[in-house]
């Protein structure tokens, strides 16, 4: 049975943490204007790591302004769904809409359900705003994309690639307005060994720049198991040492002397998990 890293009717509820930007400055003035500004605003959430990927920092300000916050369960084709919608307590998270930008899973009720929200608000103003928040990594450009039904925003696998807002067209009354990803105040991934960690499984530092990969390798094969056994085709039995050493040699992933190189071999590892190709499921 695969472990997913979110909280649940079993485990209990989330863990409430501070705000901060991927460069972290104080709760960024892009973002807050975004917020501040639009009429309705979409979360993007991770359906891996939901709990990981909230901001509730950034949920509180955005209902302090009276905003009308929708949350987006996104890359629901890398988990069972079923089991997901079976151990999760959503109560926290209404609305919310599961979505899929690869497979297109929740296009037209989302697309619906911002036109009915947009609708309610009756809003005076010639266009209507709204805003797209969320982690890094998360999946917000790609969403915006298949909503606009064109390219209107540059997407790539490197978190944090969107360093701008964006504008783009949702229809003729309606503005889609994306932000950076935004992280939380206290995530030093440079200094504090946990967000280190949460940093390189949920894919807001890439593999290339991780300095203990094998590490996280070994965090998530105990958060998974026999997860990555499966996908490899190797009997490792949970240790993640055995499985970076088997890889290793397979692929000649060697030093002087043919001693593995873990690092590296760790960090293919990791580039395969932020790419998505090992599913939850």
């Known amino acids: ?31 807050r204007d975004v917020i501040e500004t639009s009429d309705l605003i979409l979360e993007v959430l991770d359906a891996r790591f939901i709990d990981k990927t909230r901001n509730i920092e950034m949920e509180n300000f955005i209902k302090a302004q009276g905003k009308k916050l929708i949350y987006i369960i996104n890359k629901v084709d890398l988990i069972d769904l079923n089991e997901l919608k079976e151990n999760y307590d959503f109560s926290e998270l209404t609305p919310y809409i599961f979505f899929s930008g690869k497979s297109k899973v929740g296009r037209a009720k989302l697309r619906l359900m911002i036109k009915i929200e947009i609708k309610k608000m009756k809003i005076s103003h010639a266009k209507s705003r709204v805003g797209v928040i969320g982690y890094p990594n998360t999946g917000k450009s790609t969403i915006i994309n298949i909503l606009s039904g064109k390219k209107g925003t540059y997407t790539s696998p490197e978190a944090g690639f969107t360093k701008a807002k964006h504008f783009i067209r949702f229809n003729k009354d309606i503005i889609i307005i994306d932000t950076p990803g935004v992280f939380q105040e206290k995530e030093h991934p440079e200094l504090d060994i946990i967000a280190l960690k949460k940093h390189a499984v949920i894919g807001i530092k890439i593999a290339e720049k991780i300095k203990e990969p094998d590490m996280v390798v070994a965090y998530l094969m105990r958060e998974n198991p026999g997860l990555f056994e499966s996908f490899y085709g190797v009997d490792a039995n949970g240790d993640s040492e055995v499985l970076i050493e088997v890889l290793g040699r397979k692929r000649n992933f060697l030093k002087k002397g043919g001693k593995v190189d873990a690092v590296r071999m760790a960090k293919e590892i990791l580039k395969d998990w932020q790419a998505e190709k090992i599913k939850m499921k």
Do not use: D
């Not at 695969?2 to 991927?22: A, D, E, Q, V, W």
């Open 1 to 31: 049975m695969i472990k997913y890293i979110f909280s649940s009717k079993k485990t209990g509820k989330f863990r409430k943490s501070p705000l901060t930007n991927k460069h972290r400055v104080e709760f960024p003035k892009m973002v």
